[in-house]
């Protein structure tokens, strides 16, 4: 364990000297507060659906099959009272003192904003955010929660989550203002992410600095890259952080 201790002491120190930190998050980072990985598949999951997770979350999959979409988006994506933990409210907290300028995110959840962070760029965006493909009318979460089957605008049109569909492209805009966050950032912190999933490992490249942190609770092909690496949960390394 005193291993562990250096590290979280290296990683204090670096916090605390440093003033552009970006943290660039993935699933571990939301799986401390419940929400679960949604491509993670076992026996109860092969009797549920046919179809692997990725190809149900793809545009094909929703145009053609849009109720078994919403059946398994139901089931798996929406976040269900799931409440910020340490790591999202840590963050919130250094962004407030004006040490963190933003946080990336691959997560859909929105328990970055319910924590309190402000600069959120959600890279596969968010299920708090629906539009009616027909109007473009904006819905609320509640709208696909309180619906069943296919949920439909009052107009007639399917509603759409703003999430990022396989086989859809990244939105510009967030992607780089992530790129340019990235680049003049003096810390960057990898957290709860294998960073296998593209584009994760292209937008790291983009960091400049010498204090690249990856908390993982796995290692990850990236770990040798890194210059420090903690193999912990995300929550537990950052409850022990002051800000
Ligand atoms: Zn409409």
Redesign the pocket.
Known sequence: MYELEEKIRQLQQWVDESERIVFFGGAGVSTESGVPDFRSVDGLYHQKYDDPPETILSHTYFSRKTEAFYRFYRDKLLPRGAQPNDAHKKLAELEQAGKLTAVVTQNIDGLHQKAGSRNVLELHGSVLRNY?Q????FFGVEAIEQSQGVPK?????IIKPDVVLYEEALDDTVTYQAVEHIRKADMLIIGGTSLVVYPAAGLVNYYNGHRLVLINLQPTPYDRYADLTINEKIGQVFRQIHV
Do not use: A, L
């Open positions: 009616c027909r109007c473009h009318r605008c009052e107009c007639g049109g």
